[in-house]
Structures are given as structure tokens and as C-alpha cells.
DNA sequence: TGAAGCTATGAAAATTATTCATGAGGTGTG
DNA sequence: CACACCTCATGAATAATTTTCATAGCTTCA
């Protein structure tokens, strides 16, 4: 019944004065906006102004309805505002999924340019995912997912973003500490610390350990990346972690690795996304703010 | 560049799941509702959702106008429907102005059945108007007048209510008291109160004073009827009342009527209406409540 | 009293919305 | 896995609405 225009055509009156000038500014003929309220009146029933001479003079319907134009229509022209701005994607929301524990320190390290670049843009961090993170990118419950481990699927594109190695990391007191590396069976009598996290998506077992038929001697789980490296540091244990994390956390803590293998376990991070939303310009910058921030 | 129809389109997908029912909802075809939203995504350069499979997902874009949605229809909703009561007369502000300052009990008694009746209507009572009552009621500043002098103009409709007799009260002691009527030169030797009125509308001296070219010995004007009459029960002078207002105040006060020449003063008390407005439905209710209340 | 300004209105023209017809998927079932 | 059945998008045709044009009626002002 009542539209954008009929407000329209109600506050420019008040403002100019006349249906003339209204229709002026409203880049229309005076007769269409005397035959569009007009309409309005007839559908309503209920008279909006009347004519005392050559000035028109809102009824209390009239002046009832200019006070919802004038509240009504800023709203309005916010909407078509901000629906500009998520088309420029100068608005939204990045959802991010982390399925790799040690990657929050590097992740922050991206996000902070990311929000200084888009400031209407809001990032959120999600790490628990009931079905996988995989499964949270197709849910649309997250947009970006940071994982060592790609899979191929239609409607999801991934890009490699830097690669590393993973490591042993042993005590100061640990028999295996300053090899050149190690080979699986060496684990048998070692007590292994993991994330708790399914053994088919550790690389320890699915690229050292399983090949080789081996296992590790004892199997722990711990939720804190800082707790396991307590564990190592008091040679309760072994562990694995990115070469780049090692680095940073032997300055202060008596840990060392040693690599796995001869060749050593070579793994590369990757953000995943939508395919959809692969030309997003807030995806889009993200990945490239991803990949070009310094290695780790 | 929004319109209603759009957040009508996308509510109407929420709440029925596709395109598909939500045009039956609305009584249109699910390819009008595809153009149209087509056009505002166009419009905006904003995506408003992506299908997925037979499901539409709506983009973070689609889910804020559908946030708006939510909060927009329903006030669009309710200006639609206050128009539509505004046209039935079940909304709206009758203001009243009283040119009879005496005449107050009386409108208490036609605006309790009014409100009454017309239970959206708001009732507003003004005493005061800085160019006479007639000026308001051309203004709009009031939209009924009620006057014991109606003035007959174009634009303006009077409607006679009731007849009432002008009467002079006197004290207790006062020489007057008793008398069948005055005549006008046994007023020379008193003090007449009024209200602050200009002489052209007070009828004691339109009617009865200056056709006989006499004067009040002394001429004091008092705001308050209460004043006035306390004044006359103190035998400090003398003024004029509707008789039937007289009988009121002689059950409390001191206070004697004499008529006011052989024949009297007779009034009648008007109400004056805009002609544009004799047909308002509030309006026309009002006349008829006046006219019909018991005779003060 | 005449010129100029403003609005309302009917008819014509222009624009916009809607439907129709169809195609391109996706879902589910036997 | 083929087939029936959904759903949505789209171009063209059609219907409806909006807008303009032309004009008349009033009012104001000089």
C-alpha cells in the first residue's frame, strides 16, 4: 500500500513547499506526483492534505504520515547504502577456520593488515568444527579454512599459502636428541604427545609411522600446544610441531628436534575457499595478504 | 533504489524456504520475483543469495536485508493500517477552543461520551488564541470553536447548541438584589467585574450599556470565574453570568441573578466548524453530542 | 483585470512489472 | 541410473502502472 515514493513525495513537499518544486527535486512531472498520492489516497481511504489557495495543508493523516517519511526514509537510505557497501565489500564478515593448532600465531599476523585494509570488515576465528573443517566451509559456517591438509572437492579451491617441515621434538635428556634423524622404529619405546585429533589426520602416523608398520611405544593427548611442550621439556615424552614454531619456543624452553626420515616430513599450509567466493574481494585479499606475509 | 516489495520478496522466502512459494504467498509468478530481486542486485551490486542445489542461501548481504526486512515490514505494516483509521475516523486529535469562558463544565460533559465513543480520538481543550477564536479555527490551530458570538464567514459553519440567559449577579447586600431587572443607568453607581476581554465582546455592553449610552461606575477585570464570583459575594460589585450557571454557584455562594433589561439578554452558544471539515466523521459526532447533552 | 503560479485531471505515451514458455540444473525413487 | 519431479533463471511477450502532456480551475499579486 504505502511505498518508498509516496515518503518520498511527502517530505520533499514539506521541504519545498510545493508539489511543483517538489516534483523539481524529484527530477518528475508535478502531475505525477499529484496522480501517485492521489492513488494513495484513494487506496487508504484517508485524505492527506487539502488545498487552501495555492498552499497545500497536510491533514493530521498527512502530517502523521511526514513524520514516518522522515523516520522511515533515512532508514531506508542506509539499507541502499550498506548494500552497496557489502557489494564493494567494504562490509561483511570473514569467518576463519583454523585446522592447524600452531598456525593462530602466524594467522593474527595476517589478520592485522587484513582489518587495517578493511575497516567495515569484521574477522572471526573459529577453531572446534563438529564435522571437520571441511564440512564448515561447505555449511558456509566459516569462508577461509587454514589446513596442512587439502582435500579435493568440487566447489572448494585451495591455495598453498608456505611450506614447512614437520619435527621431532625431544628433551634435553631424550636418547634421540642431536641425530640427524630419526627412523620410525626409534618411536617404539617413546611415549608420543599429539593434539586429540583423529591419527588419520597426524602426518607422524600417516607418513612415518603407518608406512613403516610401526607405532609409538605410548600415545597421549593433549589440548594446549604450551602444555605439550612442558611434557617434552621435562622428558616425559616426544612430540612434533613445524620447524618454524620449534625456533620460537627453543629460546625458551630445553627442546630440540630431529626430523623425521631421512627426506624429512614436508608439509605446505593452505586456505581453502568456496569457489564462489574465490573472486571475493575480502577473499581474495585475505589470500594474497596471506601469502605474502613473511614465512614464519 | 529499496522498495517494500523487495522486503516483502525476501521475508516471504524466509518464511516459506523457496522463491517458488513465497510467489504464491505474495500472487505473483516465481519469475516476477526473480526479476525483480534480479534488479535490485543489479541495482546495488550486491549478491543477495547463491542457489545451492534446490535451496537458495542468502549471502551476508541477503541476510542483513532480511534482518531489515523483519523490522521494516511491520512498520510499514501499521502506517498502512493508522491510514486506514485515520480515513475512518477511528485516529485522530480533535482540538476544541472555548471562546464562552464559562462553558467549561459543559464541555466536560459532551467530551466524556465522545471519548467515549470514538476511543483512538484524543481530545485537546484551548483557551487562549492570540488573534480571537476565529483566527484558530481558519489556522487549524483549533477545529471546533465553541462561542456564544458566532461570526459569519465563508469557510466557517456554525451550529447553534443551546440558548442561555445573561444574567447580572449581585451580593447579598446589594440594592439590586431582588428587582425584576435593571435598567441600564442603575449600573452608573457599581463596579463591574469581567473577564479581560475587549468590551466589543462583552454583551453587557454591546446590548445593554451602550445602546442606552451609559458606563459601569467602574469597569475591573478578574481572570477567574471563581475570583468574579467571590468578588460579588463579597459585595464589592457586580458581573454577568449564563443563568444557568448561576444556579450552580448560588447553592455554595451568596449570590442573587437579576435579568438584564425587561426582555433580557439571550445568547445562544455556537459551535463553529470549518466547512471542509462539517463532514468529518469526529466532527460531525461532536456537533451532534453538543447538541443533544442535557441543556446546562 | 491580466499575468503568473499552483494543483487536479483525463488521455496518451513511456516505462516497468508480470507472465509465459522454456532451459538448466538438482533430488529422489523404483 | 534413468526418469519424473522440483526449483530457479532468463528472454520475449504482454499487462499494468507510472509518467508526461495538455489543459482547466483557482489563487495571488501587481
Known amino acids: 500500500m504505502i511505498e518508498r515514493a509516496h515518503l518520498r513525495i511527502l517530505r520533499e513537499i514539506e521541504r519545498r513547499g510545493s508539489l511543483t518544486a517538489a516534483a523539481g527535486a524529484l527530477n518528475l512531472t508535478q502531475s505525477a506526483l499529484s496522480h501517485t498520492m492521489k492513488k494513495l489516497e484513494q ?51 570473514l569467518n576463519i577456520g583454523m585446522e592447524c593448532h600452531p598456525c593462530y600465531q602466524w594467522l593474527l599476523r595476517v589478520v592485522e593488515p587484513f582489518l587495517a585494509q ?15 573443517g571441511m564440512a564448515a566451509l ?21 591455495e598453498p599459502v608456505f611450506p614447512y617441515e614437520q619435527m621431532l621434538i625431544v628433551g634435553d635428556e631424550s636418547p634421540l636428541r642431536g641425530l640427524d634423524h630419526i627412523e620410525p622404529q626409534q618411536l617404539s619405546d617413546q611415549v608420543l604427545y599429539t593434539y586429540p585429533v583423529d591419527t588419520e589426520r597426524l602426518d607422524i602416523y600417516q607418513q612415518f609411522l603407518l608406512p613403516a608398520h610401526c607405532a609409538p611405544g605410548k600415545h597421549k593427548v593433549l589440548e594446549a600446544t604450551e602444555i605439550i611442550l612442558q611434557m617434552v621439556a621435562a622428558n616425559r615424552g616426544v612430540a612434533t610441531l613445524p620447524q618454524w614454531l620449534v625456533e620460537e619456543y627453543a629460546r625458551t624452553l630445553p627442546i630440540h628436534s630431529v626430523r623425521l626420515g631421512r627426506e624429512g616430513i614436508h608439509k605446505q599450509i593452505h586456505l581453502g575457499v568456496r569457489s564462489q567466493d574465490a573472486e571475493n574481494l575480502h577473499v581474495r585479499t585475505f589470500i594474497e595478504l596471506a601469502g605474502s606475509s613473511s614465512m614464519p
Open 43 to 93: 487506496g487508504s481511504g484517508a485524505t492527506l492534505w487539502t488545498r487552501e489557495g495555492r498552499l497545500l495543508r497536510l491533514t493530521q493523516a498527512g502530517e502523521y504520515l511526514l513524520r514516518e517519511a522522515n523516520r522511515l526514509l533515512p532508514q531506508l537510505e542506509r539499507i541502499d547504502e550498506l548494500l552497496r557497501q557489502y557489494a564493494e565489500g567494504e562490509k561483511g564478515t
Open 138 to 158: 561447505f555449511n558456509h559456517e566459516i569462508d577461509v579454512l587454514v589446513t596442512p591438509d587439502p582435500i579435493v572437492r568440487e566447489g572448494i579451491r585451495f
Open 118 to 132: 578493511w575497516p567495515g570488515v569484521e574477522v572471526d576465528v573459529k577453531q572446534r568444527f563438529q564435522f571437520g
